[in-house]
């Protein structure tokens, strides 16, 4: 019996989708719920599994086609047994036909010592920073979905000294934007071009939310089995500054303002394919065990190219950490349409005078960047320096204050 394969109904706000990789050839043995196809949409890659066992009778788009919902992708004959030699899909009889041209670019062939076949396997970036390093994909162990080499791996594994850079090349490579950057990119200049834009700083001394963890930390993970990270202080002190300026967790829609009576906060998220914002929902009634829990959910799903589109839609503000990357002090841009972000940056420790004394501190610089159309600076100012005075006095978050 032939069971067809269909795009899943994608939600209003994405339209379309890119046919990303095919996992599986016509002629292969499937199994009920393996992955057949990534599907890339504007905002995050979706599986499309098979709903029965059998054999890939027949695709009907290739890579890089463009489809829409419930559009078939591809026929199974249910119970059907795999063939000894099954005929490759058009897609990779294009990928073997351009194989002599591409082996024969001296550019690309003279510096990479790794096999053809290692080097496509590879994501575009990867593919180019292994020839630019001079790396073998094959000797990296991979850290991405599935255990794929990504950029990330092939730039560790050089520097660590496991090769070296290729003396005398000069490689280029040019790769379409996927899906997800292009929609990243036109995000930020949509930002840009739609927001009146401003960014006020602050300091905040993290001294007393140190030694909170460290005295509760032990108790906090026997309580609630994760730990308890500086990511939902920062979280919880936002959604109670939220609640006292509405303004801040406002959105503009057309000539009106639209107040959110409740705070769904946006937590920036890397991943290989780009920064994505997963939504906390309801943060204003969550406890710090529920906050870090959610945190850590959304990291995993990020890491295993699970997130869904749900997980990405609204949000009322955003909160985002350039200090894992070491990022000292930054202007986070705002995720349309919100009308505030806060940036987090490194924790440093410098000396501060307090008391009339000169002490040393675990200092970190806040970033709030805001739209100037509906916030006004004074309205800001207060925002960052509530979040402030709750981190510098973490019992004001209990109490509300």
Not at 125 to 137: D, L, Y
Not at 144 to 172: F, H, L, S
């Amino acid at each position: 019996m032939a069971t067809e394969v269909k795009v899943p109904v994608l939600p209003e706000s994405v339209s379309d989708g890119t046919i990303a990789t095919w996992h599986k050839k016509v002629g292969d043995a499937v199994k009920r719920d393996e992955n057949l196809v990534d599907l890339e949409t504007d905002k995050v890659v979706l599986e499309v599994p098979s709903t029965v066992d059998g054999v890939l009778k027949e695709i009907k788009f290739q890579e890089g086609d463009t489809v829409t919902s419930a559009q078939v992708l591809a026929i199974i004959e249910e119970g059907a047994v795999a063939e000894a030699a099954a005929p490759a899909p058009a897609a990779e009889e294009k990928k073997a036909e351009a194989a002599p041209a591409k082996a024969a670019a001296p550019a690309a062939a003279a510096p990479a010592p790794a096999s053809k076949s290692a080097a496509d396997s590879l994501p575009p970036g990867a593919r180019f920073s292994a020839i630019t390093e001079g790396v073998n994909p094959a000797d990296v162990d991979g850290t991405g979905r599935r255990g794929a080499v990504t950029k990330e791996d092939i730039v560790n594994y050089a520097r660590n000294g496991g090769a070296g850079k290729a003396g005398g090349a000069r490689p280029e490579e040019r790769v379409p934007m996927t899906r997800m950057r292009k929609r990243i990119a036109d995000r930020l200049m949509e930002s840009k071009n739609s927001t009146a834009m401003l960014t006020t700083f602050n300091e905040v001394n993290l001294a007393k939310v140190s030694a909170a963890r460290k005295e509760l930390q032990e108790e906090f993970q026997k309580a609630h089995g994760i730990k308890l990270g500086f990511m939902s202080f920062f979280v919880k002190a936002a959604a109670n500054a939220l609640q006292r300026f509405p303004l801040v967790n406002a959105s503009i829609d057309g000539n009106d303002v639209i107040y959110h009576g409740y705070s769904d906060i946006s937590i920036a998220v890397s991943t290989d394919k780009g920064l994505v914002t997963p939504v906390l929902r309801n943060v204003e009634r969550q406890s710090f065990a529920d906050i870090e829990k959610g945190i850590a959910d959304y990291a995993k799903k990020a890491r295993d190219g699970k997130l869904s589109l749900e997980d990405l839609q609204g949000g009322t503000f955003t909160v985002t950490n350039g200090g894992t990357f070491g990022s000292l002090l930054s202007t986070p841009i705002i995720n349309p349409p919100q009308s505030a972000i806060l940036g987090m940056h490194a924790i440093k420790e410098r000396p501060i005078a307090e008391n009339g004394q000169v002490v040393i501190a675990p200092m970190m610089y806040l970033a709030l960047s805001y739209d100037h159309r509906i916030i006004d600076g004074k309205d800001s100012v207060q925002f960052l320096v509530d979040i402030k005075n709750q981190l510098e006095n973490p019992g004001r978050m209990l109490f509300g204050l």
